[in-house]
């Protein structure tokens, strides 16, 4: 009789800490619907493996953004950016499936998913991650617009080695401010986001021109910045 009460109480208590989990992650997520983040856990841990150097980032806001931007991370990482509620159910089953089957967990993270990651999690393919980032994305999509969202996603992705954020990213590579850049220097910038620390915008190789003429072509099959402009402006 004891011991079932220990365990009822024990239940009890596990409920109440996890109410208050999600009640403190719901706060964080309306919080920063408003309030642009001060950081981002990417940028925490870069500080913490890198401590002789520091990490670059300037926000902006999504006004002050050349449009060509969001087209080009669209066009590269997530085409139905603006039509689905945050997970591609189709890429997700698809990765479960090579899961079971022995493959490593790879990614079919939208762009949502991208900024559920860099905003409050860390780097891994392990299936607790994925968990966990498919219902911050859920709550992102809840309580953010998706203008909000690509404005958080832009001024925390990793665009070089410490770089952060696509302001400090144009000055960096191109010497002009995030509102001057051009169609062929956003598709640069979109084309090193699978490994910024290793692939160079400002340099590219003949791989990231290879990705910067199927981003165009991408973005023009979209319609050029008339597919963003309604949604962002």
């Not at 009890?12 to 950081?39: E, H, K, Q, S």
């Not at 665009?159 to 169609?183: C, K, M, N, P, T």
């Not at 062929?184 to 979109?190: D, E, G, I, K």
């Not at 620390?197 to 072509?217: C, D, E, F, M, T």
């Amino acid at each position: 009789m004891a011991r079932t009460s220990a365990v009822k109480t024990l239940a009890r208590w596990l409920g109440y800490g996890l109410a208050g989990v999600l009640v403190l992650v719901v706060a964080v997520l309306i919080t920063f619907r408003f309030v642009d983040p001060p950081t981002s856990s990417f940028m925490l841990q870069d500080d913490w493996q890198h401590s002789h150097r520091d990490t670059r980032q300037i926000w902006v806001d999504i006004e002050a953004i050349s449009l060509w931007m969001p087209l080009a991370v669209i066009a590269s990482e997530d085409q139905r950016f603006f039509s689905h509620w945050g997970l591609d159910l189709n890429a997700i089953r698809s990765a479960v499936t090579d899961y079971r089957n022995g493959d490593s967990l790879r990614g079919a993270s939208t762009l949502s998913q991208q900024t559920a990651k860099n905003l409050f999690l860390w780097n891994g393919r392990q299936m607790v991650r994925k968990v966990i980032e498919a219902g911050l994305t859920l709550g992102l999509e809840m309580f953010w617009s998706k203008r909000r969202i690509m404005e958080v996603y832009l001024n925390i992705a990793e665009f070089g080695d410490g770089i952060y954020g696509v302001e400090a990213a144009s000055r960096h590579f191109f010497g002009v401010s995030a509102s001057q850049l051009s169609a062929t220097q956003a598709a640069r910038l979109a084309a090193v986001l699978p490994n910024p620390k290793r692939l160079n915008a400002g340099q590219p190789s003949a791989y990231i021109w290879q990705r910067v003429h199927w981003i165009i072509g991408q973005m023009n099959q979209l319609g050029g910045v008339y597919h963003v402009r309604p949604h962002l402006r």
